[in-house]
């Protein structure tokens, strides 16, 4: 699952390294070598001109000082580097680094969208001891935003119920899942969302895991729930087909465990083996 390594330490404040490694980002894509999808060594970033002295720390990988660099033009001198989306990484690259470049380009995101005061529009400056923007002229505070979103895998039974969703990229069937509201607690919004997206009422709800998701900046917090009453009646403009899966039917292949929708609904696949 996408996660930040065990051997990880954040840090807030800038430290000087003799081989730093350095996420650099244009938009949300990073930039790598080619080859073997590492991260380009300091030789090439100052040949390519990105300032480092600006970049952001992120924190310690092994005892390596990482760190995040943003680039306003992605032209490259030669075809041995390229920008690349995370979602390409997904398989790509080990856990360690995917959950690096995660957090790498939430920070990197951050940073690029708070330049200037969505208050007065004067330039921002970074605050002192923690990841957080201040307006000089203002005192209106930034910190990187964090959206809060539930996931739910329903159960009836022996079956579960799965959904395609109208705007899924990979149109496969996966759990329910929606953002919060403001003054909503999760388990409002679990509710709410199974409410809305499907007609049906739940209870008995369980969490199961949690993980931050980059595409921009989620945190995905996922449930279980028993259904209580109701019949499937979609939403048709957030699902396009909901259905229950039983020991009996075809249940989605198996994809990359990246994601916590796919721990979840592989967590409850027939055959599985579960602790008592």
């Not at 990979?170 to 329910?176: G, V």
Request: hydrophobic content about 45%; charged content about 20%.
């Amino acid at each position: 699952m996408l996660h930040t390594p065990a051997s990880f330490i954040p840090l807030l404040a800038p430290q000087e390294h003799a081989e730093p490694l350095t996420f650099v980002f244009h938009r949300e894509r990073l930039l790598l070598r080619e080859a073997d999808l590492g991260l380009p060594d300091a030789a090439f970033l100052a040949a390519l001109g990105v300032d480092t002295a600006r970049a952001h720390p992120l924190g310690l990988w092994d005892g390596r000082y990482c760190q995040v660099a943003l680039v306003e033009d992605d032209a490259l001198p030669d075809a041995a580097h390229a920008y690349r989306g995370l979602r390409s990484l997904f398989n790509a690259v080990d856990d360690g680094m995917l959950g690096l470049a995660s957090r790498a380009c939430q920070v990197a995101e951050w940073a690029r969208t708070h330049r200037y005061c969505g208050v007065c529009a004067a330039p921002m400056a970074l605050a002192a001891g923690e990841r957080c923007f201040k307006c000089p002229a203002c005192g209106m505070l930034a910190y990187p935003r964090i959206s809060p979103a539930m996931m739910v895998l329903i159960r009836k039974g022996e079956r579960v119920l799965l959904a395609m969703h109208t705007n899924s990229p990979s149109k496969r069937f996966s759990p329910l899942a929606g953002f919060l509201e403001a003054g909503e607690s999760i388990e409002e919004a679990v509710h709410r969302e199974v409410m809305e997206e499907v007609g049906l009422r739940v209870h008995n709800l369980r969490y199961f895991t949690s993980q931050s998701w980059p595409f921009p900046h989620s945190l995905m917090i996922a449930f279980t729930a028993d259904y209580l009453d109701g019949e499937i009646r979609v939403d048709a403009s957030e699902i396009a087909e909901a259905r229950w899966f039983g020991p009996d039917d075809v249940w989605p292949e198996p994809v990359s465990t990246v994601s916590i929708s796919s721990l979840l609904v592989d967590a409850h696949r027939p055959g599985v083996v579960r602790p008592a």
